[in-house]
């Protein structure tokens, strides 16, 4: 018995992995995106947990907060997308746990936000040339 086409395209759903630039500056707004797919969208949920506690809880300060979902057309779905914003990035956000979740009555996936380390400043000495 093969696999039903709905689960096969839900478990594809979460696209591109989160793997955003550490800012090269304290106090830098920041923005994440999470990207999902679903067949279903208006029984499917899109949101963000930080450390496994919904963001809101988390930052009650509002730092840190999820933007609305969007929904575009895609083909026989819908491409749904949701933010999260940093209003002013620190390291402390490095030691959390970011993780984008989609919920729908075919599955759950999630991906984990995955820091980049900006690239170091190139180095200001030259090298020895010729001479």
Same mark, same amino acid.
Request: glycine share 10%; hydrophobic share 35%; charged share 20%.
């Given at each position: 018995?093969?696999?039903?086409?709905? +689960?096969? =395209?839900?478990? =594809?759903? #979460?696209?591109? &992995?989160?793997? $955003?630039?550490?800012?090269?500056?304290?106090?830098?707004?920041?923005?994440?995106?999470?990207?999902?797919?679903? %067949?279903?969208?208006?029984? /499917?949920?899109?949101?963000?947990?930080?450390?496994?506690?919904?963001?809101?809880?988390?930052?009650? %300060?509002?730092? *840190?907060?999820?933007?609305?979902?969007?929904?575009? $057309?895609?083909?026989?779905?819908?491409?749904? #997308?949701? %933010?999260?914003?940093?209003?002013?990035?620190?390291?402390?956000? #490095?030691? /959390?746990?970011?993780?984008?979740? *989609?919920?729908? $009555?075919?599955?759950? %996936?999630?991906?984990?936000?995955?820091?980049?380390? &900006?690239? &170091? +400043? &190139?180095?200001?000495?030259?090298?020895?040339?010729?001479?």
């Amino acid at each position: 018995m093969g696999e039903h086409p709905l +689960a096969w =395209r839900w478990y =594809r759903g #979460l696209w591109q &992995p989160l793997r $955003p630039l550490v800012p090269s500056a304290s106090g830098e707004k920041v923005t994440v995106s999470c990207e999902a797919v679903s %067949d279903l969208p208006e029984f /499917t949920l899109l949101y963000w947990l930080g450390n496994g506690s919904f963001v809101e809880k988390l930052h009650r %300060d509002g730092a *840190v907060s999820e933007g609305t979902v969007l929904e575009e $057309p895609r083909g026989s779905g819908v491409t749904l #997308l949701r %933010d999260l914003h940093f209003s002013s990035f620190s390291t402390q956000y #490095l030691r /959390t746990n970011y993780t984008c979740v *989609v919920l729908s $009555p075919l599955g759950m %996936d999630t991906k984990a936000v995955r820091w980049v380390p &900006p690239a &170091p +400043a &190139p180095s200001s000495a030259t090298s020895g040339g010729l001479g």
